[in-house]
């Protein structure tokens, strides 16, 4: 079945405690992104990655690492996380920048 | 001047009732594209609309882009309690990067 998963689903840490959330695509996408979801925000891109070690920057991504090592896995990277990151993560991907086919998301909370 | 804008923010309507929600930018879009998320869900895939006045119809739901370019609207015809969550417009920025643009999303509620 085609899918994007992420890992963890639900996350509760602590400010300052590194924190990685995987994500993982079987279609052989090319694009891949990652998305935060806050209440009367919508869905803001805090980074994207055209191919296999290409990443850019989105809109938020302060506070944020990726890396495209291969190309179905684009971690997710909180270094040093803050309160203000406690939001719902999705992970996209899409083959020729069309539809973006989203994952379960995770909710994290940093306290 | 990337940003899209949608309204309304929520709506509650009443089961068989009907629902629109717009979606406007200042500059001229290369393309909208449209999703749907459930409650607890993940955003998904609608349509995409690249043509000016296109309209586009799956079921009760009926895609328009404007004429210029510049709005796009989502219309669903006779609601039921499935077409309960929020609909996303999202602009895909030209050039090759994959850029996504959300506006903030219409909540709506279907009252049976």
């Known amino acids: 079945e085609a899918q994007v998963t992420q890992n963890p689903r639900y996350l509760i840490t602590v400010t300052g405690k590194k924190l990685t959330v995987t994500c993982s695509q079987n279609m052989n996408h090319e694009y891949m992104s990652w998305y935060r979801q806050d209440p009367g925000l919508g869905l803001r891109q805090i980074y994207y990655?055209?191919?296999?070690?290409?990443?850019d920057k989105g809109d938020v991504p302060e506070g944020y690492k990726v890396s495209r090592k291969e190309k179905r896995n684009f971690p997710l990277i909180l270094e040093s996380p803050s309160p203000n990151q406690t939001s719902l993560y999705f992970c996209?991907?899409?083959?020729?920048?069309?539809?973006?086919?989203f994952g379960p998301g995770t909710r994290l909370t940093v306290l | 001047g990337q940003q899209v804008m949608q309204i309304p923010q929520y709506q509650h309507v009443q089961e068989g009732e009907d629902f629109t929600t717009y979606c406007n930018s200042s500059t001229t879009l290369s393309n909208i594209q449209w999703y749907k998320q459930r409650p607890g869900g993940h955003p998904v895939f609608l349509i995409q609309?690249?043509?000016?006045?296109e309209v586009k119809k799956q079921k009760r739901l009926t895609f328009q882009f404007g004429e210029a370019k510049k709005n796009s609207s989502l219309h669903i015809t006779a609601t039921q309690t499935t077409d309960v969550g929020t609909y996303f417009c999202?602009?895909?920025?030209?050039?090759?990067?994959?850029?996504?643009?959300f506006g903030q999303g219409t909540t709506l509620q279907v009252k049976p």
């Open positions: 609309l690249v043509k000016s006045g």
């Open positions: 990655s055209m191919n296999v070690e290409v990443t």
């Open positions: 999202a602009r895909l920025v030209s050039g090759n990067t994959g850029k996504l643009i």
């Open positions: 996209a991907s899409s083959s020729g920048r069309v539809v973006q086919y």
